[in-house]
């Protein structure tokens, strides 16, 4: 009877090490695809957030430098760009805002002096932006995360007297 008790007491340590070593395989692995899992959720999270920077940083600009016929679109070598015009000193500079080769870029320059959508500063790294004029003057910036409409108080609607406040 001796004998038996002590195969028994071998045959219940191996038992409980053998559930000890599942649960903390277990515990491993559920840690492992917990901290994968926030990691992917942090870089959705940040290239969202990008683009809602992008989106409120264009409508502050519009905003900021908005006077008569000084917002428009542009093409730039091909690439679709918001133009934003301002008068200083006698002479005509426009800030260049577009989207490049995964960033949001912006040039600031005279009219007439030829830049590449390659020489703007870097702004952001998103992954789209689009500019479209949806109609007299309203402008609709989208990116993959979102769009907003954008209504320059120097529109066409506004000085035809077509929108009213």
């Keep these: 009877m001796i004998k038996e008790f002590k195969n028994n007491s071998k045959i219940d ?3 409980v090490l053998m559930v000890f070593l599942v649960f903390a395989i277990s515990i491993f692995l559920v840690l492992i695809l917990s901290a994968s899992t926030y990691s992917n959720m942090n870089e959705v999270s940040q290239e969202g957030q990008n683009e809602r920077i992008a989106l409120s940083y264009i409508r ?3 905003r900021n430098a908005d ?3 000084a917002v428009s679109l542009e093409d730039f070598y091909g690439v679709p760009s918001l133009v934003i015009s301002e008068n200083i000193e006698q002479r005509e500079f426009i800030t260049r805002i ?3 080769n995964g960033w949001l870029y912006e040039i600031f320059h005279e009219r007439g002096i030829h830049f590449y959508p390659q020489d703007g500063i870097r702004l952001l790294e998103i992954s789209a932006l689009s500019f479209e ?3 007299n003057g309203l402008i609709q910036v989208s990116t993959d995360f979102g769009s907003t ?3 320059p108080r120097s529109s066409a609607q506004i000085e035809s007297g077509v929108l009213e406040w």
């Design 13 to 15: 340590s191996a038992f």
């Design 60 to 62: 502050t600009k519009i």
């Design 67 to 69: 006077t008569i016929g």
């Design 98 to 100: 577009y989207f490049y």
């Design 133 to 135: 004029e949806v109609e």
């Design 149 to 151: 409409l954008i209504l």
